[in-house]
């Protein structure tokens, strides 16, 4: 299968380079991208594993393509898959539908992939949003071993105009990759903590330098593990509902609205106070309006927990949800909090006398 993949993945790529290989750049966007594209190729060999492949979505601007050329020498043992939308400044619909597209092929082969990282090279704010809201919808950084790179020729000074991306850039494992304009500095790769303002200023990670070496803020990691343990103790909605060993109770608590608050009582606020100790969070229990777990429906949408889930009306569930392909589909699972079994009962019958049992005991002591 993976195979198969990289070979998929490898005729998209050519297929776009050649499509656009005529394309003319200028000599300074020129040194920039291909300044970029060295920090790419040593932070995927920072973080390589055995089993990594590339997803690579761009804008096919000039600047773009300058960074794509030669994609054979790329970091990426199980292959690297090109998607190349080019931006239709008359239709912004025809952009919006072409790159949903691209992103849908792209969570097909995240699939059957291990070890993703998703590239992202543009130099167009609006192809930057875009993305943003299709990798949504199509949950292409819904898993959290996928990776994202954000690539930009945006100065550092001019980060106030990409608030659109905080969202993406602030919830997933990303990174963005921007322009520096000191003398030392080639690039700087940022990162947003969860659960921060858009005007909040990013965290550093790593820099790209003029003598061309990548000088790591947190070695050895470049992606910071910002999920451990927030440090400005967010308030986050969740959602669990009744079943037999989880009950839903009012207590009293002069801080809400009518002075009363909901929990649980069950595995969903055991499972959330160890979470909010350890994580450094507070919480907020929100019901789904027909107190179900949540079923598909005929729309493509969820009922329940799950559809609270997927709206991002709530950050997540303590459930407990038991695994299943669809509900896997659309949400991550945690590492399971608990296993059950299910046993088949069936009556014994009635003993009934045998004359001949006598005999059954002399043939097997023969």
């Excluded at 619909?93 to 597209?101: F, I, V």
């Excluded at 070890?115 to 949950?139: Q, R, Y």
């Excluded at 927030?230 to 669990?240: D, G």
Aim: with cysteine.
């Amino acid at each position: 299968m993976a195979a198969a993949a990289m070979r998929l993945w490898l005729s998209l790529g050519v297929t776009c380079l050649l499509a656009h290989a005529h394309l003319p750049h200028t000599s300074d966007k020129t040194r920039r991208s291909l300044e970029s594209r060295r920090a790419l190729d040593i932070m995927l060999v920072t973080e390589q594993c055995s089993r990594s492949s590339v997803i690579l979505v761009t804008d096919c601007s000039p600047w773009a393509f300058s960074m794509m050329q030669d994609l054979t020498d790329l970091q990426a043992p199980w292959g690297v898959g090109v998607f190349g939308v080019t931006n239709n400044e008359q239709s912004t619909n025809m952009t919006h539908e072409k790159l949903s597209q691209a992103i849908a092929t792209a969570k097909r082969l995240r699939e059957v992939s291990w070890w993703v990282t998703v590239v992202v090279v543009s130099e167009d704010p609006t192809f930057l949003s875009t993305f943003a809201e299709s990798s949504f919808k199509n949950h292409l950084l819904s898993v959290h071993t996928v990776r994202l790179l954000v690539f930009t020729p945006f100065p550092h000074h001019r980060l106030h105009t990409l608030h659109h991306l905080h969202k993406t850039l602030s919830r997933t494992n990303a990174l963005l990759v921007v322009d520096d304009s000191s003398p030392v500095l080639k690039t700087r790769v940022l990162s947003w903590l969860p659960f921060t303002d858009p005007e909040t200023r990013p965290l550093p990670v790593a820099s790209w330098t003029t003598d061309q070496s990548l000088s790591l803020v947190y070695p050895p990691n470049l992606f910071p593990k910002k999920f451990l343990r927030f440090p400005h103790r967010p308030h986050v909605m969740v959602t669990a509902e009744e079943f037999p060993s989880q009950s839903a109770v009012m207590v009293d608590d002069p801080t809400k609205p009518g002075g009363k608050r909901l929990i649980f009582k069950g595995i969903a606020e055991y499972v959330l106070e160890i979470l909010s100790t350890a994580m450094n969070f507070t919480y907020t229990y929100l019901r789904a309006p027909d107190r179900s777990w949540g079923v598909p429906k005929s729309d493509g949408t969820w009922s329940g927990m799950m559809g609270l889930i997927t709206r991002e009306e709530v950050e997540f569930s303590p459930g407990p949800f038991s695994l299943d392909l669809t509900r896997s589909q659309w949400t991550e699972y945690s590492a399971y909090i608990f296993m059950s079994g299910y046993q088949v009962l069936a009556a014994r019958g009635h003993p009934k006398p045998d004359p001949w049992c006598f005999l059954h005991c002399w043939l097997c002591a023969q």
